[in-house]
């Protein structure tokens, strides 16, 4: 099983890139999974989407590359900073460069992160626009790592260890569920009963 982990903030070092790294780690420590693979959209700009975008020698090795890696995992995790109440534009921007044939009928954990106590934004957001197409299925649960700056670091908060503790329970019980839901959709993808040829698009 792989899970891909797509950190969504279009800014270098960014701390929702710092969760992402805590997350893929977390999925090795409990051994989740056998494989995983991240993409950090500060550290990996990506066009634009146009029409065509796909086919432009300047960014069609990248693309390829990038939809390859998405179509083999088996379960994806989205973690996505909150500005000004919205997901960022360059996660906004994965959404349109990749479709049903890398994300359909695949499990999704959505993670926001907030520098104070928001984040509920980014997981409505994530929840409501980014699955029509795609086909993407965002599991019940959902992560919000609030007072990022405080939270899931190396060592426990030592001015909040207490929320620090139960959010790090918080993650691992919604990484567990992640992967129990790849495992029993993994059949279904198999199954031959998904078209995405005739259906292409949700209604």
Not at 100 to 128: C, F, H, Q, T
Not at 144 to 172: C, F, K, M, N, Y
Request: net charge negative; charged share 20%.
């Amino acid at each position: 099983m792989e899970i891909a982990l797509i950190c969504g903030s279009q800014r270098p070092n960014a701390e929702s890139a710092r969760v992402g790294r805590f997350l893929e780690q977390r999925l090795r420590e409990l051994e989740l999974c056998q494989h995983t693979w991240r993409l950090e959209l500060g550290e990996t700009p990506l066009p634009l989407w146009q029409p065509g975008v796909q086919q432009d020698p300047a960014h069609s090795d990248q693309l390829a590359d990038i939809g390859q890696r998405l179509a083999a995992a088996d379960g994806l995790v989205f973690i996505s900073p909150e500005w000004c109440g919205m997901v960022p534009a360059a996660l906004k921007n994965f959404f349109l460069l990749w479709g049903p044939d890398e994300l359909a009928n695949k499990p999704a954990l959505p993670v926001a992160v907030s520098s104070e106590d928001g984040g509920a934004y980014p997981i409505a957001e994530l929840r409501m626009s980014s699955y029509k197409n795609s086909r993407l299925l965002y599991i019940p649960e959902n992560l919000i790592v609030r007072w990022v700056g405080e939270r899931l670091h190396d060592t426990l908060s030592t001015t909040q260890p207490e929320a620090d503790a139960q959010l790090r329970e918080r993650t691992d019980y919604a990484l567990t569920q992640l992967c129990a839901y790849a495992a029993a959709l993994a059949p279904s993808r198999a199954s031959g009963v998904i078209d995405i040829g005739d259906y292409s698009s949700g209604m």
